[in-house]
């Protein structure tokens, strides 16, 4: 959501880590879709990987970094 300080923060933690993870990023307005706001509403920001819900309001690079690190285990 545009002006949501809690999306500002996660996207600066999702840019720090994907200076070192190859990640394929989209950023969504949920506003813009009346699903996505039915689906999200007050559960933002939400952080998918891999299109299931890994992190919602709030996450610190590490936490980010060890979901990522599993993701990897589990596909290899």
């Given at each position: ?18 200076r070192e993870w190859p990640l394929d990023?989209q950023e969504i307005d949920i506003d813009a879709d009346r699903e996505l ?40």
């Amino acid at each position: 959501r545009p002006g949501c300080h809690l999306c500002e923060a996660m996207k600066a933690v999702v840019e720090e880590v994907a200076r070192e993870w190859p990640l394929d990023l989209q950023e969504i307005d949920i506003d813009a879709d009346r699903e996505l706001q039915e689906r999200y509403g007050a559960e933002i920001p939400v952080l998918l990987i891999d299109g299931r819900k890994a992190f919602k309001y709030r996450v610190d690079a590490a936490s980010l970094r060890r979901a990522l690190a599993r993701r990897q285990r589990q596909r290899n």
